[in-house]
């Protein structure tokens, strides 16, 4: 007998997600992921300035904040056919880099970290233990008897207020918790102690921006200007003070988040490192570019895709393929003019939305109608998952030394094969190494930007076609960038010096999208089946899996198109 | 009711030194804009008492003001505020999912009826409640029932405030702030896209202390935070009244932080503490790091561009006579008419900052 769960909200995410499953003899057998809000950002671009576009859609998103202007600005210039100064490149690739940091140590240590880590269970911990603990996997200084007794009793006072705050109702004490409880302590005190970091490494991009959430963009380069002799410019100052913010990110990732990892990973490994691989298709647009973004060959994490996760093959991405993505509203609330059963590329971005679903207050969703205001996209028909595992092992695959290294050293370590990637543990050590790889790369980008002012070189914006007279009537292009979680693209005409058709294909639409007209789930409804449910009240696993995704709601259904239109030819690059 | 510990021994029992602890009384203090005696009624009202139970909401959002929250600035703020104000839901840190986190609201709308603060993100979509429903039900129907008992509503950012960018022209959604949606409770918009978090911080310490909403302006926001415009308090002005501006980006008068009234910066028509509390600790913001103010804080601010353009030629836009009578003190001007006589009256001035550099190391080398 099939019991249907309701899990709605879930939360520790960006935006509004529910899931419902069905559990036979404690087993997950069927699973539905649905976005249950919608804005319409797309819609609200029509006709702007398309130099204005960065700033709302960087509003899609508060939490990967920058990603979706850092991918405006790109799709405004391959547009018009403009190249941003290399300063202007690396001060993007730092804010970037920043944004991964922050974004995926937030991730594991606040959205994630509760579905591993008994809050309540580090009351019972020794913390003479946590302390040795603490001293044999890291140099971190804040590891004394002392510094752990103290967080423990705030911990305490806490639990013993009878207020719990953010931690009310949690799952303490469910059996799939696995972690001793000194463990638990020594993540607790680490997870109160990333929460006052955190602020530290986005000033990077108040710096270059201005501001922290929602930083500043410019199409043709960066608002900030270079000049080492001016008090209110980028000046040594304000550079020794980025520098400063990166030598920090990279000692916390390598002392703290990397050693956390690790230490959690190895109590679950046997079980999650085999639990919630779901598809078996990875998609990266690839990200980081150091010799301009017209040459993806030359990005830190490659371009590329895999398939049925053979690792010997990375299949090219063409932006400028149509056959290549394409998306179905056959299960989300919207409707196609030619009917709802065909894909439709960004470019030929159809979409008229009509909800169709239950009246709210309402106990259920039904399936076997549309379900989601997420729409449904597809690489060449297939269902992809995208994310930091997917561009760990594009990496991994295209044979990139510094991305193989640092995978086979875990692997090594942990002591698993490499198809323990192939989980939902996999997804979350994914996102760790990544992070640990960026803190290298941005102090690699550091070093260029002083070595190119050194040079004489301080230019941070390219003016040539600021001006709407010198753009061409019509044109169209694309940006593609790695947000924190995965694939992003937009795909812009601009007519008449107008935006007339804006267009975004955004991570969580890959992942967390409903069925296909083939009947093909999307990432997170596959990677949920077969998964054992221990209490069907305290859905525990349902999160690790939904959460090892870092699912990000907001994007995913911001899509609506009142009026629809169609383009039929896409602009190479 | 039960019996809460008080804001001062949650902080005190956390190993936070009293000195430390006068020293956030402190800087709220100034951050509220009170005069030093003000201070004592923030440390007695922290110390006495109880902590607030706090519902916070996401509707229509991006979650921009609760990351703004966490980034919170002074020492253990972050943690001293996430954990004295109770918490009790808000769904981007709570621990649990589902049905538990709704019970977690619940219970507090049950055991604190007229004690609890309700905070909004998030703007509510009217043209049809199903565009944005939790656990089953409507943003619209969940905020009703929830405020009914609230004693006050935080709304937090552009969004909850005035609708922000889902609000824009042609408004899809139907996307409304709270105090469109709801009636007969104090609303205080925290504006900004997001708000700065040192007045997130601000906002909930003037709560604590005086028992009471703060003074509010017209827009309902905190007068002691939204009653300067950005231009008056912008560091950039003296270049703005002696006619010095950034003509294109990047040009020499960017290099050396001239005024970005003509790249279309929106400070003079826009009410923020940017200048003044300035961005993540206190490290920039938007005009410092070379872009104008887009004035996230004031509602509409979407449809008041394009953000390139400076005001004056901003079709029915009609903020002329403020944005230039302020900047150089005499009548209605053009954009040319701003600089030439810019140049009258200032030559001095934009004589004096446009060769700083130059007069400043030879009177350094003599």
């Known amino acids: ?573 | 009711m039960e019996k809460r510990p008080t804001f001062y021994e949650e902080v005190t029992s956390d190993g936070v030194p009293r000195r430390d602890f006068l020293k956030f009384c402190t800087a709220m203090a100034a951050l509220l804009g009170l005069e030093s005696s003000g201070i004592g009624q923030i440390v007695k009202a922290l110390e006495t008492k109880p902590r607030l139970p706090v519902i916070w909401f996401h509707f229509q959002e991006c979650t921009c003001c609760s990351e703004s929250f966490i980034r919170s600035s002074h020492p253990a703020v972050a943690d001293i505020v996430l954990n004295k104000i109770s918490l009790d839901y808000q769904e981007t840190l709570m621990a649990a999912s589902g049905f538990q986190a709704e019970a977690a609201y619940k219970a507090v709308m049950e055991k604190f009826p007229g004690e609890y603060i309700v905070m909004v993100e998030g703007s509510i979509p009217t043209e049809d409640e199903a565009f944005c429903c939790i656990g089953g039900r409507s943003a619209l129907q969940i905020l009703e029932e929830a405020v009914k008992n609230a004693k006050a509503v935080v709304a937090w950012g552009n969004c909850a405030s005035a609708g922000c960018v889902q609000a824009a022209s042609p408004n899809p959604t139907g996307a409304k702030p709270v105090h469109k949606v709801i009636s007969g409770k104090p609303v205080i918009n925290v504006q900004g896209c997001p708000p700065i978090a040192d007045v997130m911080v601000g906002v909930v310490v003037h709560l604590l202390t005086f028992d009471r909403i703060p003074q509010l302006d017209a827009l309902n926001r905190p007068k002691s935070f939204y009653s300067r415009r950005v231009h008056d308090t912008c560091y950039r002005r003296a270049n703005f009244d002696a006619g010095l501006f950034v003509e294109s980006f990047d040009d020499e008068g960017a290099k050396r932080g001239y005024c970005l009234y003509k790249m279309g910066c929106k400070g003079p028509v826009t009410y923020n503490s940017c200048g003044i509390i300035k961005w993540n600790d206190s490290t920039s913001y938007p005009i410092q790091s070379g872009h104008g103010c887009i004035g996230c804080s004031e509602a509409g601010f979407w449809d008041n561009g394009p953000f390139y353009q400076h005001l004056p030629s901003v079709a029915g836009f009609g903020i002329e006579t403020t944005a230039d009578k302020i900047g150089i003190g005499l009548g209605v001007l053009t954009a040319a008419g701003i600089a030439g006589h810019a140049i009258v009256t200032n030559v001095r001035k934009h004589k004096e900052i446009a060769n700083e550099p130059e007069s400043g190391s030879s009177s350094d080398n003599t």
Not at chain 1, 52 to 75: K, Y
Not at chain 1, 357 to 384: I, N, Q
Not at chain 1, 434 to 459: H, M, P, V
Request: proline residues 6%; contains cysteine; negative net charge.
């Open chain 1, 1 to 573: 007998m099939a019991e249907k769960i309701v899990i709605d909200p879930i939360t520790r995410i960006e935006g509004h997600l529910r899931v419902e499953i069905e559990v036979n003899n404690g087993v997950i057998t069927d699973a539905y992921s649905s976005g249950t809000m919608v804005r319409g950002i797309e819609n609200i671009l029509k006709d702007r300035d398309p130099r204005d576009a960065w700033a709302f859609v960087g509003r899609v998103c508060g939490v990967c904040t920058s990603t979706h202007s850092l991918t405006s600005v790109r799709t405004v210039e391959n547009t018009l056919g403009i190249t941003p100064p290399p300063n202007a490149e690396l001060i993007r690739n730092l804010m970037a880099s920043a944004l991964y940091i922050q974004d995926h140590v937030v991730h594991f240590y606040h959205l994630h970290a509760l579905d591993w880590v008994d809050v309540v269970s580090c009351l019972k911990a020794d913390p003479a233990e946590t302390s040795k603990i603490a001293q044999s996997i890291s140099k971190w200084p804040r590891s004394s008897v002392g510094y752990f007794t103290d967080v423990q009793a705030k911990i305490k006072k806490f639990v013993e207020s009878g207020q719990l705050g953010i931690f009310a109702n949690g799952y303490w004490g469910h059996s799939a918790y696995k972690l001793p409880a000194e463990v638990n302590l020594l993540a607790v005190a680490h997870y109160l102690e990333a929460l006052e970091w955190q602020r530290e490494i986005v000033k990077v991009h108040t710096i270059f921006g201005g501001k922290n959430p929602h930083p500043n963009y410019l199409v043709g380069g960066v608002p900030c200007s270079i000049n080492i002799d001016e008090a209110n410019a980028v000046n040594a100052e304000r550079l020794a003070f980025v520098g400063n913010l990166f030598e920090q990110a990279k000692t916390f990732v390598e002392q703290v988040y990397i050693p956390d990892l690790l230490a959690i990973a190895s109590f679950y490994k046997n079980d999650w490192g085999a639990i919630g691989g779901g598809l078996t298709n990875y998609l990266s647009f690839g990200e980081f570019p150091v010799n301009g973004y017209n040459n993806p060959e030359s990005f830190k994490i490659p371009r590329g895709v895999i398939l049925n996760r053979d690792l010997s093959k990375v299949h090219e991405v063409k932006s400028d393929d149509k056959d290549q993505i394409q998306e179905y509203v056959n299960n989300s609330w919207y409707e196609y003019s030619k009917g709802d059963s065909v894909g439709l590329h960004p470019w030929d971005g159809e979409t008229n939305i009509k909800y169709t679903g239950p009246r709210p207050p309402y106990e259920h969703l039904d399936f076997s109608k549309k379900y989601s205001w997420v729409k449904t996209p597809r690489w060449k028909g297939h269902a992809m998952e995208v994310g930091p595992l997917s561009r760990m092992l594009v990496g991994y695959a295209s044979g990139r030394a510094d991305i193989k290294e640092v995978v086979d050293a875990t692997l090594s370590k942990l002591n698993v094969p490499v198809t323990a990637l192939f989980s939902t543990l996999g997804r979350t050590a994914a996102r760790g190494l990544e992070t640990l790889l960026t803190t290298g790369w941005a102090l690699e980008f550091y070093q260029q930007l002083l070595a190119n002012i050194k040079n004489g070189d301080t230019r941070t914006m390219n003016n040539e076609k600021w001006d709407p007279e010198t753009w061409p009537k019509e044109a169209r292009g694309v940006g593609m960038t790695e947000a924190p979680r995965g694939a992003l693209s937009h795909f812009l005409v601009i007519k008449d010096k107008k935006i007339e058709n804006y267009q975004l294909v955004v991570p969580t639409t890959w992942n967390a999208s409903p069925r296909d007209p083939k009947g093909q789930r999307s990432a997170y409804e596959e990677s949920l089946l077969g998964t054992p449910i221990a209490d069907p009240k305290n859905p525990l696993e349902v999160l690790r899996t939904i959460h090892s995704f870092d699912p990000c709601l907001a994007c995913a259904v911001h899509i609506y198109d009142e009026k629809g239109t169609h383009i039929h030819e896409m602009k190479t690059y």
